[in-house]
Structure formats: structure tokens, C-alpha cells
């Protein structure tokens, strides 16, 4: 086929034009690859040649007030797997399983990590043993995608006997990362999980660093040596207000068989000296993930060891109640200190169409207001409770603080029961269920609807310890905050210290629980509750007290509880023992009997 000259020519320019076009674009294309998104395919290549690896931080150390460790690191161990895939995870868990024991939950809980994080190393054990890892270090050419790295794991070397306030620490959750409050974190690090450890997670929490090691296009390990590295920040250290001598023996008071809580703290500042739980666990089992066996041991413990009785426990005060009676009485202008009532106490006050009976079958006979408090006369404050009326002891009580939390520096705490307005009476009982005569005389002696916390009676007592202004409970040293809570006279407050200081008199409630060279200033309380342990009664009573040393410039204030404790003087001893051991001074009870030794 013949061409005409000129189509020739112009058919050689068209193809010259488009092969320009081409070059053209391609030169753009290279330019842009090579010149102008170089570092970002750069970064790409290294991404899938380097991948990386987390690097956790140490959290911040727990002091005592005296610089006494509570909290602190040591050297653990971690093994994590780089996995492509969830089936070459699956692969390598069952190669590992062959060599080293793994439990279902272990496995399951390593697929569900990749799940959260495919392009973090997924962890296989977060607090490996030595003996592990030296298993998987002789093994370490079977499993090329394996790291194993040492790192900081928290410690608590006083463990039960700390647990009640610091709590301890996890891996986060899946629910803890929908949060806001963890929204910069990523699966795998850990945060506390109670007490001063979730309280304060952003302070001691820190920032991860990370390292890079080098892979192939399987994943697996080829290099770790002379990678970059991000070292990782350590968090600021908390300094608490927790006297860890004052603590360690406040546990051993307590040993294996007793139950209840015990708060010491200073009046005047609000300053939580002491706070324990009994029984309690061990925080260092939850470290690196509890095993089923010891937590389903801690579920099931009839005592609820996981329960903390100090912030959580709600118990009815009893006789410790009668000095808000007391207080509410003498604001109201309703009696004075040496008023007497118009029925003296021979062991029952008949009110209606019953007999409510006295803690002392015998009666007390005709006491002022001051006597009554040292002697937790029941007839006399019967009486007083009608004088008040249930209306103002409810709104009294309220204006007291018994209706609210404390709002102690812990996350676990619950607020104590009290009816905040009468309505309350009607929505649980019905119109006809309840008197308001009835419903007076249980409120006066502290008993029906009320259940205090032992932190909150701590609060409670602080007032009468120093001004009529409560201070809040804190564990980490901070600007100390008090309320006004109560008005009364200089001279009305001395007289009611002097009613306290009567209890541990002789002939008072708790005269056992005298202390040598100082006076010990309280109430003890004997509160009826449903038994929750095995062996125990249906019914029982808690015992309590409350109080404060040296009467007459108080130090400290302690409020114990004992589950099914029987009578107050009980907790009182105990309450005893933990202001000797602050002021230094022995208790009258124990000198007697090393002195007979």
C-alpha cells in the first residue's frame, strides 16, 4: 500500500508528538516518585523492613510521708510476637504452646491483643518467669518472630498490707480504651486499676518510648542490634501522707481472723495516716495478669477480701452516732450538757406499745448529757431523739455529712446511707409502714436507716476533735481542706471531749483502752447487722469506735470497725493500740500484762 509523501511526514510527526507525550509523563511520574515523594516511599520501605517495638515506661514511685517506698519497679520480663497475620499468630502460639505451658485463657487473650493492635508486637506473656524465658532463649531459632525484652514491673514490696489504698495495676481493657480519659493509649500498656494507682494514672502513667528491629518480608527477626530508639519517660514519683510504719502495724493488728477497717488520720489537716481492709490479697498476683485460680479464691472468700471496708463498707455506727445527737441537741438549743432527762434509766423507756431496751439491764439511774456519752445510756438518748424531733435529726444529719461521700483521693468509694428528707420514710416503707416516734428512737442511738462508712466517721470525729470544721480525708499530700460542720460553743466542745474522754475512764465503756501518759477521747458502738459469714449468727453486731488523742490537743483521729465484732470496747483496743503506737505511748491494758509477764 503506497502512502502519499506528505501522509508520511505527517504520520512520523503524530508519532513523534506521542512518544514526547509519553516520556513526558513518565519523566513527571519519576520525578514526583523519586524526587519529590522520596521520603515518603523512603518511610515506606523501612516501614515494611523495620517494624516497631514498645518500649514501657516506669511508673512514678509511691512514698510514704517519710520517703518509705510503698510502690516501686523492678526487672521483668515480657514475650511478644511479631505476627502478620491472626493465623500465622495462631501458628506460632501452638509452636510456642509445645515448649512452654499456656493456658486457653492465655491464648485467647493474645488473639483478642493482635485483634486491638495488628501492627504492635502482640504479647504472649506480660511477666514472664526467668525460667521461661530461658526456655524460649535456647529456642530462640525456632522462632524467629519472637521478642523477648526485659522491662519495669510494678512492685508493692508490703503487698497486703498496702493493697487497701494503692490498689495495683493492669493491662488496659478494651472497655478502659473506649474511654476519654484513655484516649492517647494503646492496647497492651498498663494503668492502674484501684487506689491511689487509678486515682492518680496521669501522673504516674509516664510516655512509652519505642526501639525498631529489623525484619523480612515474613515478619520474622532479623536484626535487633543498632536499630533507632525512643527511650522511654519516667513518670513523676507521689508522695502520700500515709505513715507506712503506722500502716504496717495497723495490718498486723488485724492478723488472719478479724474483719472490718480502720482509718487513722490527722484532724487538722485531713491527712490519712493509716486506711486498711481486712482480710486483704496480695497486689503483686495481679501483675502481669492474675491467675483464674487465685482470683476465683478472692471472689468466693465468704470474708470479701475484694471488698474494701474502709471506703466501701456501709455499717450502722450505733452508740459513735449518739455525739451527732448530741450535737444537734445542744445547736437546737434543746438541752445543755448537764440537762437531764424527764425519765431516768432503769434498762427500758416504754414508748407506745413497746419496750426499748437498754445496752444496761440494770439502768444507769438519772445522768446529765455528759454522763449519758460516757456511759452510751440508751433511755437518755431515746428521750432526747423525741425532744429533737425526727425532722431535725434528719436535716441535721444531712448538715452533718452523713448523707454524702467524703470524697477521699480514692475511686472506690461509696456513699454512706442516710435519708436525705422524710419523703424517703414513705418511698420504703409506705404512709402506714412507719412512725415517725419509731423511726426518732432508732435514729438517736444510730440505728434504722443509717450506715456510715468508717472513713466518713473519721471525718465526722475530726470536727469534734478541733473547731466544729471537718476536714477531707487525703492520701497524697495536697492544700488541706476543712468544712464547717457544726456550731458550737468553745465551752459546749470541751464538754463533749470531756464525755468522750469518760469512756475510756474508769467505769466507762471502754476503760480497757486507756492509754498511759495521754488521754484517749471516743465512743464505742455496738450495731445489730445481718451475718455474711459462715459460722457466724444470722444476726450479729459490729463493733466500733471512734475517737481522738490527746484529748485535750488531738493528733489523731482513728475510727475502727469489726465485722460481727460483738461489743464496742472490742474495736476500741484496737483503735487503742494504733494511737499508742503514733503518740509513742502504750496502752494502760498492755503494760499491765507485761508487767505481770
Given at each position: 500500500m503506497n502512502f502519499h509523501p506528505n501522509d508520511v511526514v505527517r504520520r512520523a510527526r503524530v508519532t513523534v508528538f506521542i512518544g514526547a507525550a509519553i516520556m513526558l509523563v513518565l519523566m513527571v511520574a519519576f520525578f514526583r516518585t523519586q524526587i519529590m515523594r522520596y521520603r515518603q516511599w523512603v518511610l515506606q520501605a523501612e516501614g515494611n523492613r523495620l517494624r516497631e517495638v514498645p518500649v514501657p515506661s516506669p511508673r512514678g514511685t509511691i512514698y510514704d510521708r517519710n520517703g518509705k517506698v510503698i510502690a516501686e519497679n523492678v526487672v521483668g520480663y515480657t514475650v511478644s510476637v511479631l505476627a502478620q497475620t491472626e493465623d500465622s499468630l495462631r501458628g506460632t502460639l501452638g509452636r510456642l504452646a509445645s515448649k512452654v505451658p499456656l493456658?486457653?485463657?492465655?491464648?485467647?487473650?493474645?488473639?483478642?491483643?493482635?485483634?486491638?493492635?495488628?501492627?504492635?508486637?502482640?504479647?504472649?506473656?506480660?511477666?514472664?518467669?526467668?525460667?521461661?524465658?530461658?526456655?524460649?532463649?535456647?529456642?530462640?531459632?525456632?522462632?524467629?518472630?519472637?521478642?523477648?525484652?526485659?522491662g519495669p514491673k510494678r512492685y508493692?514490696?508490703?503487698?497486703?498490707?498496702?493493697?487497701?489504698?494503692?490498689?495495683?495495676?493492669?493491662?488496659?481493657?478494651?472497655?478502659?480504651?473506649?474511654?476519654?480519659?484513655?484516649?492517647?493509649?494503646?492496647?497492651?500498656?498498663?494503668?492502674?486499676?484501684?487506689?491511689?494507682?487509678?486515682?492518680?494514672?496521669?501522673?504516674?502513667?509516664?510516655?512509652?518510648?519505642?526501639?525498631?528491629?529489623?525484619?523480612?518480608?515474613?515478619?520474622?527477626?532479623?536484626?535487633?542490634?543498632?536499630?533507632?530508639?525512643?527511650?522511654?519517660?519516667?513518670?513523676?514519683?507521689?508522695?502520700?501522707?500515709?505513715?507506712?510504719?503506722?500502716?504496717?502495724?495497723?495490718?498486723?493488728?488485724?492478723?488472719?481472723?478479724?474483719?472490718?477497717?480502720?482509718?487513722?488520720?490527722?484532724?487538722?489537716?485531713?491527712?490519712?495516716?493509716?486506711?486498711?481492709?481486712?482480710?486483704?490479697?496480695?497486689?503483686?498476683?495481679?501483675?502481669?495478669?492474675?491467675?483464674f485460680a487465685y482470683y476465683d479464691s478472692l471472689r468466693n472468700n465468704p470474708k470479701r477480701p475484694l471488698y474494701n471496708k474502709a471506703v466501701q463498707g456501709s455499717y450502722p455506727p450505733g452508740s459513735t452516732w449518739k455525739l451527732a445527737t448530741a450535737i444537734l441537741a445542744l445547736q437546737e438549743d434543746v438541752i445543755t450538757t448537764d440537762a437531764r432527762m424527764p425519765q431516768q434509766c432503769n434498762?427500758?423507756?416504754?414508748?407506745?406499745?413497746?419496750?426499748?431496751?437498754?445496752?444496761?439491764?440494770?439502768?444507769?439511774?438519772?445522768?446529765?448529757?455528759?454522763?449519758?456519752?460516757?456511759?452510751?445510756?440508751?433511755v437518755y438518748f431515746y428521750q432526747l431523739g423525741l425532744k429533737l424531733g425526727l425532722s431535725r435529726l434528719v436535716v441535721g444529719g444531712v448538715q452533718l455529712g452523713f448523707a454524702r461521700k467524703t470524697d477521699i483521693d480514692l475511686p472506690e468509694?461509696?456513699?454512706?446511707?442516710?435519708?436525705?428528707?422524710?419523703?424517703?420514710?414513705?418511698?420504703?416503707?409506705?404512709?402506714?409502714?412507719?412512725?415517725?416516734?419509731?423511726?426518732?428512737?432508732?435514729?438517736?442511738?444510730?440505728?434504722?436507716?443509717?450506715?456510715?462508712?468508717?472513713?466518713?466517721?473519721?471525718?465526722?470525729?475530726?470536727?469534734?476533735?478541733?473547731?466544729?470544721?471537718?476536714?477531707?480525708?487525703?492520701?497524697?499530700?495536697?492544700?488541706?481542706?476543712?468544712?464547717?460542720?457544726?456550731?458550737?460553743?468553745?465551752?459546749?466542745?470541751?464538754?463533749?471531749?470531756?464525755?468522750?474522754?469518760?469512756?475510756?475512764?474508769?467505769g466507762g465503756t471502754a476503760a480497757s483502752a486507756a492509754l498511759s501518759g495521754t488521754v484517749l477521747a471516743g465512743k464505742t458502738g455496738s450495731a445489730q447487722t445481718a451475718a455474711l459469714v459462715p459460722g457466724k449468727k444470722a444476726v450479729c453486731d459490729d463493733a466500733w469506735f471512734v475517737g481522738f488523742a490527746p484529748a485535750d490537743d488531738p493528733r489523731i483521729v482513728v475510727s475502727v470497725v469489726l465485722e460481727c465484732g460483738g461489743h464496742g470496747y472490742l474495736a476500741a483496743r484496737l483503735a487503742s493500740e494504733i494511737v499508742g503506737k503514733y503518740l509513742g505511748v502504750k496502752p494502760v491494758s498492755r503494760i499491765l500484762t507485761e508487767g505481770n509477764d
Open positions: 493456658s486457653p485463657t492465655q491464648l485467647d487473650l493474645a488473639v483478642r491483643r493482635f485483634r486491638r493492635a495488628p501492627n504492635r508486637p502482640t504479647m504472649i506473656f506480660s511477666d514472664a518467669s526467668f525460667r521461661v524465658v530461658s526456655v524460649l532463649e535456647e529456642h530462640r531459632v525456632d522462632f524467629p518472630s519472637l521478642i523477648v525484652q526485659s508493692y514490696p508490703h503487698g497486703s498490707a498496702v493493697v487497701p489504698f494503692v490498689g495495683y495495676t493492669g493491662e488496659i481493657t478494651e472497655a478502659e480504651l473506649a474511654e476519654p480519659r484513655y484516649a492517647q493509649y494503646r492496647g497492651g500498656q498498663i494503668v492502674g486499676k484501684l487506689g491511689l494507682e487509678k486515682e492518680y494514672e496521669a501522673v504516674l502513667h509516664g510516655r512509652e518510648g519505642s526501639r525498631f528491629v529489623e525484619v523480612d518480608a515474613r515478619g520474622r527477626v532479623v536484626r535487633e542490634e543498632g536499630a533507632q530508639e525512643r527511650k522511654p519517660t519516667q513518670a513523676d514519683s507521689l508522695q502520700t501522707n500515709i505513715d507506712l510504719d503506722l500502716q504496717l502495724y495497723t495490718a498486723s493488728l488485724f492478723g488472719d481472723s478479724l474483719m472490718g477497717g480502720a482509718v487513722a488520720m490527722d484532724p487538722t489537716t485531713g491527712a490519712v495516716l493509716a486506711l486498711y481492709s481486712a482480710p486483704s490479697y496480695d497486689p503483686n498476683e495481679f501483675i502481669g495478669g492474675v491467675s434498762g427500758f423507756y416504754y414508748f407506745g406499745d413497746r419496750a426499748w431496751a437498754c445496752w444496761e439491764k440494770a439502768g444507769h439511774g438519772n445522768l446529765t448529757l455528759v454522763e449519758a456519752i460516757a456511759q452510751s445510756c440508751n468509694e461509696t456513699r454512706s446511707r442516710f435519708p436525705e428528707r422524710l419523703q424517703y420514710f414513705n418511698e420504703r416503707y409506705g404512709p402506714r409502714g412507719w412512725t415517725t416516734g419509731a423511726a426518732a428512737l432508732n435514729m438517736a442511738i444510730g440505728q434504722g436507716d443509717n450506715a456510715q462508712t468508717v472513713i466518713n466517721m473519721a471525718r465526722f470525729y475530726s470536727a469534734l476533735a478541733t473547731d466544729g470544721m471537718a476536714a477531707r480525708p487525703t492520701i497524697v499530700k495536697r492544700r488541706p481542706e476543712r468544712t464547717r460542720i457544726m456550731n458550737l460553743t468553745a465551752e459546749q466542745l470541751t464538754d463533749l471531749r470531756g464525755a468522750m474522754a469518760g469512756v475510756t475512764a474508769a
